[in-house]
Protein backbone atom coordinates (compact mmCIF):
# COMPACT_ATOMS: atom_id res chain seq x y z
CA UNK A 1 0.00 0.00 0.00
CA UNK A 2 2.59 2.44 1.01
CA UNK A 3 4.31 1.53 -1.97
CA UNK A 4 1.45 2.71 -4.23
CA UNK A 5 1.34 5.52 -2.33
CA UNK A 6 4.24 6.72 -2.60
CA UNK A 7 4.46 6.00 -6.59
CA UNK A 8 1.16 8.45 -6.72
CA UNK A 9 3.27 11.49 -4.84
CA UNK A 10 6.21 10.68 -6.47
CA UNK A 11 4.50 10.96 -10.27
CA UNK A 12 2.27 14.04 -9.09
CA UNK A 13 5.02 16.38 -7.50
CA UNK A 14 8.50 14.92 -7.75
CA UNK A 15 8.90 14.28 -11.49
CA UNK A 16 5.92 15.66 -12.48
CA UNK A 17 4.51 15.07 -15.96
CA UNK A 18 4.86 18.83 -17.22
CA UNK A 19 7.70 20.69 -15.13
CA UNK A 20 10.78 17.59 -14.72
CA UNK A 21 9.38 15.24 -18.15
CA UNK A 22 7.93 17.75 -20.60
CA UNK A 23 4.90 16.08 -21.36
CA UNK A 24 2.00 18.05 -22.46
CA UNK A 25 3.22 21.27 -22.77
CA UNK A 26 1.11 22.20 -26.05
CA UNK A 27 -2.21 22.25 -23.53
CA UNK A 28 -0.22 23.67 -20.77
CA UNK A 29 0.50 26.96 -22.84
CA UNK A 30 -2.05 26.62 -25.28
CA UNK A 31 -5.30 26.59 -22.36
CA UNK A 32 -3.86 27.89 -19.57
CA UNK A 33 -5.41 31.66 -20.08
CA UNK A 34 -8.20 31.29 -17.98
CA UNK A 35 -8.61 29.06 -14.48
CA UNK A 36 -11.62 27.54 -16.11
CA UNK A 37 -10.81 26.22 -19.13
CA UNK A 38 -7.49 24.76 -17.70
CA UNK A 39 -9.66 23.17 -14.50
CA UNK A 40 -11.83 21.79 -17.44
CA UNK A 41 -8.58 20.72 -19.62
CA UNK A 42 -7.55 19.00 -16.16
CA UNK A 43 -10.66 16.92 -15.18
CA UNK A 44 -11.01 15.71 -18.76
CA UNK A 45 -7.44 14.59 -19.07
CA UNK A 46 -7.77 13.07 -16.16
CA UNK A 47 -10.07 10.76 -16.91
CA UNK A 48 -8.61 10.09 -20.26
CA UNK A 49 -4.53 9.42 -19.13
CA UNK A 50 -6.08 6.77 -16.62
CA UNK A 51 -7.84 4.99 -18.61
CA UNK A 52 -5.55 5.11 -21.47
CA UNK A 53 -3.08 3.69 -18.99
CA UNK A 54 -5.05 0.70 -18.55
CA UNK A 55 -5.84 -0.19 -22.05
CA UNK A 56 -2.60 0.32 -23.73
CA UNK A 57 -1.30 -1.99 -20.15
CA UNK A 58 -4.07 -4.61 -21.65
CA UNK A 59 -2.99 -4.37 -25.38
CA UNK A 60 0.66 -4.45 -24.65
CA UNK A 61 1.05 -7.90 -22.33
CA UNK A 62 -2.14 -9.70 -24.03
CA UNK A 63 -1.99 -8.93 -27.46
CA UNK A 64 1.15 -7.44 -28.78
CA UNK A 65 3.72 -9.40 -26.51
CA UNK A 66 1.80 -13.28 -27.10
CA UNK A 67 1.92 -12.16 -30.59
CA UNK A 68 5.65 -10.72 -30.52
CA UNK A 69 4.26 -7.52 -32.73
CA UNK A 70 6.49 -4.98 -30.78
CA UNK A 71 6.92 -2.79 -33.38
CA UNK A 72 3.36 -1.85 -34.07
CA UNK A 73 3.55 -0.58 -30.66
CA UNK A 74 3.52 3.11 -31.74
CA UNK A 75 0.89 2.45 -34.17
CA UNK A 76 -1.49 0.97 -32.07
CA UNK A 77 -1.32 2.83 -29.05
CA UNK A 78 -2.03 6.02 -30.86
CA UNK A 79 -5.45 4.21 -32.24
CA UNK A 80 -6.51 2.99 -28.67
CA UNK A 81 -5.89 6.47 -27.35
CA UNK A 82 -7.53 8.26 -30.22
CA UNK A 83 -10.60 5.13 -29.47
CA UNK A 84 -10.47 6.13 -25.87
CA UNK A 85 -10.80 9.79 -26.43
CA UNK A 86 -14.08 8.89 -28.74
CA UNK A 87 -15.52 6.22 -25.66
CA UNK A 88 -15.08 9.40 -22.81
CA UNK A 89 -16.80 11.88 -25.32
CA UNK A 90 -19.88 9.46 -26.12
CA UNK A 91 -20.37 8.25 -22.35
CA UNK A 92 -19.74 11.79 -20.82
CA UNK A 93 -22.22 13.12 -23.57
CA UNK A 94 -24.43 10.93 -22.50
CA UNK A 95 -24.84 10.19 -18.42
CA UNK A 96 -23.73 13.94 -17.75
CA UNK A 97 -24.83 17.05 -20.34
CA UNK A 98 -23.60 19.11 -17.67
CA UNK A 99 -20.09 17.82 -17.76
CA UNK A 100 -20.17 17.67 -21.44
CA UNK A 101 -20.68 21.33 -22.02
CA UNK A 102 -17.59 21.79 -19.69
CA UNK A 103 -15.13 19.15 -21.05
CA UNK A 104 -16.67 18.52 -24.53
CA UNK A 105 -14.44 21.30 -26.72
CA UNK A 106 -11.07 20.07 -24.73
CA UNK A 107 -11.35 16.04 -25.38
CA UNK A 108 -10.71 16.25 -29.23
CA UNK A 109 -7.71 18.22 -28.24
CA UNK A 110 -6.55 15.37 -25.94
CA UNK A 111 -5.65 12.81 -28.42
CA UNK A 112 -2.73 14.82 -29.40
CA UNK A 113 -1.37 15.50 -26.21
CA UNK A 114 1.73 13.56 -25.83
CA UNK A 115 1.61 13.52 -21.99
CA UNK A 116 -0.85 10.49 -22.78
CA UNK A 117 1.14 8.51 -25.06
CA UNK A 118 3.77 8.85 -22.83
CA UNK A 119 2.36 8.26 -19.58
CA UNK A 120 2.20 4.81 -21.78
CA UNK A 121 5.15 4.23 -23.46
CA UNK A 122 6.53 5.17 -20.05
CA UNK A 123 4.55 2.25 -18.51
CA UNK A 124 5.99 -0.19 -20.75
CA UNK A 125 9.30 0.88 -20.53
CA UNK A 126 9.44 0.32 -16.73
CA UNK A 127 7.79 -2.94 -16.79
CA UNK A 128 5.02 -1.94 -14.13
CA UNK A 129 2.70 -4.47 -13.26
CA UNK A 130 -1.31 -3.61 -13.73
CA UNK A 131 -1.81 -1.85 -10.62
CA UNK A 132 1.26 0.26 -10.76
CA UNK A 133 0.23 1.72 -14.37
CA UNK A 134 -3.19 2.04 -13.42
CA UNK A 135 -1.42 4.40 -9.80
CA UNK A 136 1.11 5.88 -12.46
CA UNK A 137 -1.25 7.06 -15.23
CA UNK A 138 -3.65 8.55 -12.26
CA UNK A 139 -0.81 10.18 -10.48
CA UNK A 140 0.45 11.90 -13.64
CA UNK A 141 -2.46 12.87 -14.60
CA UNK A 142 -3.42 14.86 -10.94
CA UNK A 143 -0.05 16.42 -11.36
CA UNK A 144 -1.04 17.45 -14.79
CA UNK A 145 -4.26 19.32 -13.51
CA UNK A 146 -1.97 20.30 -10.12
CA UNK A 147 0.26 22.43 -12.43
CA UNK A 148 -2.00 23.75 -15.14
CA UNK A 149 -4.77 25.21 -12.42
CA UNK A 150 -1.33 26.81 -10.42
CA UNK A 151 0.01 27.85 -14.13
CA UNK A 152 -3.39 29.38 -15.11
CA UNK A 153 -3.92 31.31 -12.22
CA UNK A 154 -0.24 32.72 -12.28
CA UNK A 155 -1.21 33.74 -15.74
CA UNK A 156 -4.31 35.72 -15.30
CA UNK A 157 -2.26 37.75 -12.75
CA UNK A 158 0.27 38.51 -15.49
CA UNK A 159 -1.98 39.41 -17.75
CA UNK A 160 -2.32 42.22 -16.19
CA UNK A 161 1.11 43.05 -14.99
CA UNK A 162 3.68 45.62 -17.09
CA UNK A 163 6.45 43.30 -18.81
CA UNK A 164 8.88 44.84 -21.22
CA UNK A 165 7.23 45.03 -24.81
CA UNK A 166 9.17 42.15 -26.41
CA UNK A 167 8.48 39.24 -23.59
CA UNK A 168 4.73 40.17 -23.49
CA UNK A 169 2.50 36.90 -23.89
CA UNK A 170 4.13 33.60 -24.93
CA UNK A 171 7.97 34.73 -23.90
CA UNK A 172 7.27 35.69 -20.52
CA UNK A 173 4.58 32.84 -19.56
CA UNK A 174 8.11 30.43 -20.71
CA UNK A 175 9.75 32.32 -18.01
CA UNK A 176 7.43 31.94 -15.38
CA UNK A 177 7.02 28.06 -16.18
CA UNK A 178 10.85 28.03 -15.57
CA UNK A 179 10.54 29.21 -11.95
CA UNK A 180 7.31 27.11 -11.35
CA UNK A 181 9.98 24.36 -12.89
CA UNK A 182 12.36 25.37 -10.50
CA UNK A 183 9.80 25.58 -7.43
CA UNK A 184 8.81 21.84 -8.39
CA UNK A 185 12.63 20.83 -7.95
CA UNK A 186 12.45 21.30 -4.51
CA UNK A 187 9.86 18.51 -3.96
CA UNK A 188 13.09 16.35 -5.26
CA UNK A 189 14.11 14.36 -2.57
CA UNK A 190 10.27 13.82 -1.15
CA UNK A 191 10.60 10.42 -2.25
CA UNK A 192 13.30 8.05 -3.23
CA UNK A 193 12.49 5.48 -5.48
CA UNK B 1 7.24 29.50 -59.31
CA UNK B 2 10.36 30.08 -57.18
CA UNK B 3 8.37 33.17 -55.44
CA UNK B 4 5.99 30.53 -54.34
CA UNK B 5 9.33 28.76 -53.03
CA UNK B 6 10.82 31.72 -51.32
CA UNK B 7 7.41 32.05 -49.38
CA UNK B 8 7.01 28.49 -48.21
CA UNK B 9 11.40 28.88 -46.85
CA UNK B 10 10.78 32.24 -45.27
CA UNK B 11 7.51 31.06 -43.18
CA UNK B 12 9.12 27.43 -42.35
CA UNK B 13 12.34 29.25 -40.76
CA UNK B 14 11.28 32.52 -39.87
CA UNK B 15 7.86 34.27 -39.88
CA UNK B 16 5.80 30.77 -39.08
CA UNK B 17 8.53 29.21 -37.11
CA UNK B 18 6.76 25.58 -35.61
CA UNK B 19 8.77 26.65 -32.64
CA UNK B 20 8.69 30.03 -32.03
CA UNK B 21 5.77 31.30 -33.55
CA UNK B 22 3.07 28.18 -33.80
CA UNK B 23 4.27 26.53 -30.38
CA UNK B 24 3.71 23.38 -31.20
CA UNK B 25 6.02 20.58 -30.46
CA UNK B 26 7.36 22.11 -27.57
CA UNK B 27 7.43 18.75 -25.63
CA UNK B 28 10.32 17.89 -27.23
CA UNK B 29 11.55 21.21 -27.85
CA UNK B 30 12.41 21.18 -24.41
CA UNK B 31 13.30 18.23 -23.14
CA UNK B 32 16.10 17.01 -25.76
CA UNK B 33 17.42 20.36 -25.99
CA UNK B 34 19.75 19.73 -23.13
CA UNK B 35 22.89 19.16 -25.70
CA UNK B 36 23.26 20.35 -29.13
CA UNK B 37 24.09 17.22 -30.32
CA UNK B 38 20.52 15.53 -29.00
CA UNK B 39 18.75 18.61 -30.45
CA UNK B 40 19.66 17.91 -33.86
CA UNK B 41 19.21 14.25 -33.74
CA UNK B 42 15.80 14.92 -33.02
CA UNK B 43 15.69 17.78 -35.39
CA UNK B 44 16.66 15.88 -38.09
CA UNK B 45 14.49 12.37 -37.15
CA UNK B 46 11.26 14.94 -37.36
CA UNK B 47 12.44 16.29 -40.28
CA UNK B 48 12.06 13.09 -41.99
CA UNK B 49 8.95 12.32 -40.66
CA UNK B 50 7.94 15.56 -41.76
CA UNK B 51 8.99 15.44 -45.14
CA UNK B 52 7.71 12.46 -45.81
CA UNK B 53 4.11 12.43 -44.02
CA UNK B 54 3.76 15.75 -45.88
CA UNK B 55 4.44 14.13 -49.27
CA UNK B 56 2.30 11.37 -48.72
CA UNK B 57 -0.54 13.17 -47.37
CA UNK B 58 -0.79 15.80 -50.75
CA UNK B 59 -0.45 12.25 -52.82
CA UNK B 60 -3.29 10.69 -51.44
CA UNK B 61 -5.15 14.19 -50.71
CA UNK B 62 -7.78 13.75 -53.35
CA UNK B 63 -9.00 9.81 -52.33
CA UNK B 64 -9.38 9.88 -48.49
CA UNK B 65 -13.02 11.28 -47.32
CA UNK B 66 -12.70 14.78 -45.27
CA UNK B 67 -14.85 12.66 -42.07
CA UNK B 68 -12.07 10.13 -42.01
CA UNK B 69 -8.84 12.44 -42.86
CA UNK B 70 -7.75 12.90 -39.01
CA UNK B 71 -7.64 9.34 -38.43
CA UNK B 72 -5.42 8.54 -41.92
CA UNK B 73 -3.08 10.98 -40.89
CA UNK B 74 -2.10 9.94 -38.04
CA UNK B 75 -1.90 6.46 -39.17
CA UNK B 76 -0.07 7.56 -41.78
CA UNK B 77 2.62 9.50 -39.56
CA UNK B 78 2.56 6.92 -36.69
CA UNK B 79 4.11 4.87 -39.47
CA UNK B 80 6.52 6.95 -40.41
CA UNK B 81 7.55 6.82 -37.22
CA UNK B 82 8.25 3.47 -36.32
CA UNK B 83 10.12 3.65 -39.62
CA UNK B 84 12.22 6.38 -38.32
CA UNK B 85 12.58 5.11 -34.89
CA UNK B 86 13.16 1.27 -36.04
CA UNK B 87 16.49 2.80 -38.42
CA UNK B 88 17.73 4.77 -35.37
CA UNK B 89 17.96 1.79 -33.48
CA UNK B 90 19.83 0.09 -35.88
CA UNK B 91 22.41 2.86 -36.95
CA UNK B 92 22.15 5.21 -33.98
CA UNK B 93 21.86 3.39 -31.07
CA UNK B 94 23.60 5.27 -28.64
CA UNK B 95 21.28 8.47 -29.81
CA UNK B 96 18.43 6.38 -29.90
CA UNK B 97 19.16 5.50 -26.31
CA UNK B 98 19.69 9.18 -25.23
CA UNK B 99 16.43 10.21 -27.25
CA UNK B 100 14.51 7.29 -25.94
CA UNK B 101 10.99 7.89 -25.64
CA UNK B 102 10.92 11.63 -27.64
CA UNK B 103 10.90 9.42 -30.77
CA UNK B 104 8.08 8.05 -30.79
CA UNK B 105 6.50 10.34 -29.01
CA UNK B 106 7.45 12.53 -32.75
CA UNK B 107 4.00 10.94 -33.76
CA UNK B 108 2.04 13.60 -31.11
CA UNK B 109 4.61 16.52 -32.35
CA UNK B 110 1.36 18.71 -33.30
CA UNK B 111 3.11 20.39 -35.95
CA UNK B 112 3.43 17.80 -37.82
CA UNK B 113 -0.44 16.62 -37.98
CA UNK B 114 -0.89 20.71 -38.14
CA UNK B 115 0.96 21.07 -41.16
CA UNK B 116 -0.45 17.88 -42.90
CA UNK B 117 -3.89 19.83 -42.14
CA UNK B 118 -2.84 23.25 -42.74
CA UNK B 119 -0.84 22.93 -46.02
CA UNK B 120 -0.08 19.19 -47.13
CA UNK B 121 -3.74 18.02 -47.67
CA UNK B 122 -4.46 21.45 -50.16
CA UNK B 123 -1.44 21.90 -52.44
CA UNK B 124 0.76 19.83 -54.77
CA UNK B 125 2.88 17.18 -53.72
CA UNK B 126 5.68 19.54 -54.62
CA UNK B 127 4.82 22.16 -52.58
CA UNK B 128 3.85 20.04 -49.77
CA UNK B 129 7.32 18.39 -49.84
CA UNK B 130 9.47 21.50 -49.90
CA UNK B 131 6.77 23.29 -46.64
CA UNK B 132 7.66 19.70 -45.16
CA UNK B 133 11.26 20.02 -45.13
CA UNK B 134 11.36 23.90 -44.11
CA UNK B 135 9.30 23.35 -41.40
CA UNK B 136 11.39 20.57 -40.18
CA UNK B 137 14.24 22.71 -40.57
CA UNK B 138 13.05 25.80 -38.86
CA UNK B 139 12.05 23.32 -36.19
CA UNK B 140 15.52 21.68 -35.95
CA UNK B 141 17.15 25.32 -36.15
CA UNK B 142 15.03 26.25 -32.69
CA UNK B 143 16.34 22.90 -31.08
CA UNK B 144 19.79 23.55 -32.14
CA UNK B 145 20.01 26.96 -31.19
CA UNK B 146 18.07 26.23 -27.46
CA UNK B 147 20.50 23.12 -27.12
CA UNK B 148 24.16 25.09 -28.00
CA UNK B 149 22.85 27.63 -25.39
CA UNK B 150 22.00 25.64 -22.87
CA UNK B 151 24.68 23.11 -23.55
CA UNK B 152 26.96 26.25 -23.01
CA UNK B 153 26.04 27.93 -20.29
CA UNK B 154 25.31 24.21 -18.39
CA UNK B 155 28.45 22.66 -19.07
CA UNK B 156 30.88 24.93 -21.05
CA UNK B 157 31.26 22.93 -24.07
CA UNK B 158 29.72 22.72 -27.73
CA UNK B 159 29.20 19.27 -29.51
CA UNK B 160 30.11 17.56 -26.36
CA UNK B 161 29.30 13.82 -27.75
CA UNK B 162 29.34 14.32 -31.19
CA UNK B 163 30.78 11.01 -31.60
CA UNK B 164 27.02 9.27 -31.52
CA UNK B 165 25.80 10.86 -34.29
CA UNK B 166 28.84 11.25 -36.75
CA UNK B 167 30.44 8.38 -35.76
CA UNK B 168 34.12 8.09 -33.67
CA UNK B 169 35.78 10.27 -35.62
CA UNK B 170 33.61 12.90 -34.30
CA UNK B 171 34.51 12.27 -30.82
CA UNK B 172 37.18 15.15 -30.87
CA UNK B 173 35.31 17.77 -32.06
CA UNK B 174 33.96 19.29 -28.73
CA UNK B 175 34.91 23.11 -28.44
CA UNK B 176 35.27 23.79 -24.64
CA UNK B 177 34.50 27.30 -23.53
CA UNK B 178 37.21 27.33 -20.80
CA UNK B 179 38.69 24.67 -18.77
CA UNK B 180 37.63 26.05 -15.18
CA UNK B 181 34.12 26.61 -15.88
CA UNK B 182 32.39 24.89 -13.55
CA UNK B 183 28.92 24.90 -15.37
CA UNK B 184 25.88 26.81 -14.41
CA UNK B 185 23.05 23.95 -13.45
CA UNK B 186 20.10 25.33 -13.63
CA UNK B 187 20.50 25.63 -17.79
CA UNK B 188 20.55 21.94 -17.84
CA UNK B 189 17.87 20.96 -15.73
CA UNK B 190 14.55 21.69 -16.78
CA UNK B 191 14.25 25.07 -15.63
CA UNK B 192 16.47 26.33 -17.57
CA UNK B 193 14.60 24.97 -20.57
CA UNK B 194 11.58 26.82 -19.94
CA UNK B 195 13.96 30.26 -19.38
CA UNK B 196 15.51 29.27 -22.56
CA UNK B 197 12.90 29.07 -24.91
CA UNK B 198 10.83 32.23 -23.47
CA UNK B 199 14.43 34.50 -24.60
CA UNK B 200 14.92 33.13 -27.93
CA UNK B 201 11.35 33.82 -28.45
CA UNK B 202 11.94 37.25 -26.52
CA UNK B 203 15.10 37.85 -28.97
CA UNK B 204 12.69 36.79 -32.31
CA UNK B 205 10.47 39.17 -31.57
CA UNK B 206 13.31 42.20 -31.00
CA UNK B 207 14.76 40.95 -34.46
CA UNK B 208 10.82 40.97 -35.99
CA UNK B 209 10.30 44.72 -34.69
CA UNK B 210 13.61 46.06 -35.63
CA UNK B 211 12.83 44.44 -39.19
CA UNK B 212 9.73 46.38 -39.38
CA UNK B 213 11.33 49.32 -38.72
CA UNK B 214 13.32 49.39 -41.06
CA UNK B 215 11.30 48.44 -43.97
CA UNK B 216 8.63 51.38 -42.78
CA UNK B 217 11.94 53.59 -43.19
CA UNK B 218 12.85 52.41 -46.63
CA UNK B 219 9.26 52.79 -47.81
CA UNK B 220 9.12 56.50 -46.35
CA UNK B 221 12.39 57.32 -47.76
CA UNK B 222 11.73 56.25 -51.34
CA UNK B 223 8.39 57.83 -50.78
CA UNK B 224 9.83 61.14 -50.21
CA UNK B 225 12.94 60.89 -52.83
CA UNK B 226 10.40 60.15 -55.05
CA UNK B 227 7.84 62.90 -54.72
Not at chain 1, 49 to 57: N, R
Request: overall charge neutral.
Amino acid sequence: MTEYLLLLLGTALVNNVVLVNFLGLCPFMGVSNKLDSAIGMGFATTFVLTLAAVASWLLEFFVLRPLDIGFLRILTFILVIAAVVQFTEMVVRKFSPGLYQVLGIFLPLITTNCAVLGVALLNIQEEHDFLKSVVYGFGSAVGFTLVMVIFAGMRERLALAQVPAAFAGAPIGFIVAGLLSLAFMGFSGLVTN
Amino acid sequence: MSNGFNKIIRDGLWDNNPGLVQLLGLCPLLAVTGTLINGLGLGIATTLVMVASNLTVSLIRNLVRSEVRIAVFVLIIASFVTAVELAMQAYFYDLYKVLGIFIPLIVTNCSIIGRAEAYASKNTPLNAAVDGLFMGLGFTGVLVVLGAMRELVGMGTILAQAHIMFGEAARNITLELSATHEGFLLAILPPGAFIGLGLIIAAKNIIDRRMTAREALTTTQTATSQA
